[in-house]
């Protein structure tokens, strides 16, 4: 019967440490990807619903004037789908709802808007490695889209 070698005691252990280190490092680093996801997937759903306020802000006095038929297609104000939006965003911003929210560009053409936003993903694992946060943007577009009556 082989007599057990002395060099080998406690290997067994080393191996253990390094697979639950090895372990623990990939539940952070999946926790930390699904935050940033799921971070996008609030700043995209915040675009859409700030770009679907922008496009209410038709131009009023050229609708009036040529109605929504007549002359062409109904128009943005650019102003005043700008300031819809940053309306709409102010409470979201001021609430800090998302980590250092902003908008980025609100483009403004003849029959839709643009929004694009940015703010900072926290990541709690990868604050243990000194990343404290990654920037995350989504953009949305809306665009006036009037039919005739039928």
Request: glycine share 10%.
């Amino acid at each position: 019967m082989p007599t057990p070698l002395l060099g080998d005691r406690g290997s067994l252990l080393l191996l253990q440490v390094l697979m639950v280190t090895v372990l623990v490092a990939a539940v952070g680093v999946v926790a930390d990807v699904g935050r940033v996801i799921g971070e996008r997937q609030q700043l995209a759903a915040t675009a859409d619903q700030a770009a679907i306020a922008g496009a209410q802000a038709i131009d009023l006095g050229d609708y009036y004037l040529r109605g929504a038929q007549g002359g062409g297609a109904v128009r943005l104000h650019p102003d005043s789908a700008r300031a819809a939006v940053h309306r709409f965003l102010a409470p979201a911003i001021s609430a800090g709802q998302q980590q250092d929210l902003r908008i980025a560009e609100v483009e403004v053409v003849a029959d839709g808007l643009a929004v694009r936003l940015q703010c900072q993903a926290a990541l709690p694992f990868g604050s243990l490695l000194g990343i404290r946060s990654v920037p995350v943007s989504a953009s949305a577009t809306a665009r006036l889209d009037v039919q005739p009556p039928a």
